[in-house]
């Protein structure tokens, strides 16, 4: 009997055999058994139909890879369905392919004994396995995103829930510093106030963080600024957070344009800490701003020694950190989010981001328009 006959006429059987192969499978947080019944039944249907259709055996291999459309021409799929029902129950990734595999094993078991004495047809074995696999692509990258997209969530949540308690800290180190009761207790209130300010820090980076993995983008509110005078502030901010490092300021041309100068600042603090953290000790960082006549472009500079290529290639990736300079005392905690935000700082305002390096320099080089039809 072919394999797309069988599916239909023993569908019962084949799903009494899969949920007794997918028992053990299934975690604490128990799925009825009922969802994986309806998902697998229809995953059957749509294979039985593909089995029916004439074969192209390069649609075939594609299809295998999870290169081809949809098993079901519909907008949420099986497969898609059951991903995002193993998601929320508690499913790891493992579980949900082995599910698969209990699927396959099912299906050919039954068949070839039901074939027996005869061999079941090669074409549809075959067939039937690219089907499957299809599935299986199409299932593992929805529940990937799935808990991808909970896992910001829950990031999200927790990064704005704790903004409250901080903020509490803030004041009180704030309120403790005023009224001036002695040296012991204003000196431990600047402790407070300068933890906390670290926390938010790291907050606001995980915020950001976790707008661009939402793919919600950076808020920015521009208005015309002078970015020379953005850029000396945050500087006045970094030289006393590092007074014993040198960080010099050349501007050449017109440096005005529609910005959001908070979010410029932060991007250029990112920058900056990242050349102080991982440039030569003994060496000053260089800003640079140069006007032309669309784009102001901004470098920051430092000496030490180059960035390998493999690290340059990824470095505004999220999650990404080299080795800290020796000599250089971190004095900041930080994600190793730093550069991706740069970067997304300046996409959201329509610029660019680029860094280059060797042996005698290491330099990121933003591009921003100074118009503000650009800024998304």
């Excluded at 006045?236 to 014993?244: G, Q, T, V």
């Excluded at 784009?295 to 000496?303: G, K, Q, R, S, Y």
């Excluded at 493999?310 to 905690?333: H, N, Q, W, Y």
Aim: proline share 3%; with cysteine; glycine share 6%.
């Amino acid at each position: 009997m072919r394999l797309a006959d069988f599916i239909l006429r023993d569908m019962k059987l084949i799903l009494a055999q899969l949920e007794a192969f997918a028992a053990p499978l299934l975690p604490a947080a128990d799925m009825e058994s009922t969802g994986l019944r309806e998902h697998a039944e229809q995953i059957l249907l749509a294979v039985a139909r593909d089995l029916r259709t004439s074969y192209d055996r390069n649609l075939g291999c594609n299809q295998s890879m999870g290169e081809t459309a949809q098993l079901i021409k519909v907008d949420e799929t099986a497969a898609h369905a059951h991903a995002l029902l193993c998601a929320r129950a508690g499913f790891g990734v493992n579980q949900l392919a082995a599910e698969y595999r209990a699927l396959r094993a099912s299906v050919l078991r039954l068949w070839t004994d039901d074939c027996e004495p005869q061999s079941p047809d090669k074409d549809d074995m075959i067939r039937f396995d690219e089907a499957i696999d299809q599935a299986l692509a199409e299932s593992i990258a929805w529940f990937t995103a799935q808990v991808e997209q909970s896992r910001s969530l829950l990031l999200g949540m927790m990064s704005h829930d704790m903004r409250c308690p901080l903020q509490a800290i803030q004041m009180t180190a704030s309120y403790l510093a005023a009224l001036n009761v002695g040296e012991n207790v204003s000196d431990a209130a600047t402790r407070l106030m300068r933890s906390g300010a670290r926390m938010q820090a790291l907050l606001d980076d995980l915020t950001d963080f976790n707008r661009t993995k939402l793919g919600l983008g950076l808020n920015v509110h521009p208005t015309s600024v002078d970015l020379a005078d953005v850029v000396a502030d945050e500087l006045d901010e970094l030289r006393a957070a590092y007074p014993d490092r040198e960080i010099q300021l050349s501007v050449n041309g017109n440096s005005r344009g529609m910005w959001d100068g908070q979010r410029l600042q932060q991007l250029l603090g990112n920058l900056v800490t990242n050349a102080l953290k991982y440039g030569a000790h003994d060496t000053p960082v260089h800003v640079r701003l140069t006007g032309g006549a669309t784009h102001v472009a901004m470098d920051v500079c430092n000496f030490g020694p180059a960035i390998e290529s493999a690290m340059l290639r990824c470095i505004f990736d999220p999650l990404t950190r080299g080795t800290v300079s020796r000599g250089t005392r971190e004095k900041t905690p930080s994600l190793g989010l730093g550069l991706h935000i740069a970067s997304e700082i300046a996409k959201a305002h329509g610029g660019t981001i680029e860094a280059r390096s060797d042996d005698t320099q290491t330099v990121f080089s933003v591009s921003l328009p100074r118009s503000s039809s650009t800024v998304r």
